[in-house]
């Protein structure tokens, strides 16, 4: 089974979600602010694809206060959600808000490790921050989406069982293309970021089986055993992040 592990379902209209039952695929819903949180949290009781993640994108934070993080993190307990997102920090788009952005990551990243959460990760320009962040606070695993960032750290996300995710835009951005072709296997996961539109693509959960197979070809191997890989890989993301009995099954074989 195919898996996106980073949509934002929340913007997309009631129809337009009802179609995307028809893709058989496991979706990890993010979400932007208080309001898309809920939003997100009633998708995930009207489907059983669908698994949520709350959180403050850093785009948006300048428009958000603590006592919304508090209500967030409230709303995290009350639902038993096991994943912060969108979360993180970003100094390439919205340098001027990075002081409160880490104000507010921190605030999550105390909360993830008291209760045990995963994270989904924003972080252009600032991954060694962010995986420095992750690791002092020993957060039990993380995607970090849309990976951009150094080389080198993609063996260390290996060692700590960290995820990257892999978005379509690889066919048009070269940086992400050449992270994606060298990425060791195991933490490689899908997503689309939808709807989101890059440079004329028009993101969403639909592109992500084109991607896969793009990927294979990139990666000369074969889609079959790159499926069986990403599937493992989702898996794994999801026991470490006490999601293993979820509601759905896991088609592993
Ligand atoms: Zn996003």
Known sequence: MI?????????YSD???EAFTKLNMLIIAVSDDYSSSLRTLKLSRRYTWVIPALGIHPWVIKNTSMNEARTITKLIMENKVKIIGETGLDTRFVPNTIEYQRKVFRYFLEFASEFRLSMNIHSPNTWNEVFESLLQYNIPTAIFHWYTGPQHLLKEFEAQGFFISINPALTIQKRHREIARIAPIN?????????????????????????????????EIDVKELVKSIENNFYKFMKLSGLKDFKFKIALR
């Open 3 to 11: 898996s996106d592990v980073h949509c934002h379902l929340h913007e």
């Open 187 to 219: 933490i490689i996961l899908l997503e689309s970021d939808g709807p989101y539109n890059y440079r004329g693509l028009n993101l969403g959960p639909h592109m992500v089986k084109n991607t896969l197979e793009y990927l294979a070809r990139l990666r």
């Open 15 to 17: 129809e337009d979600i």
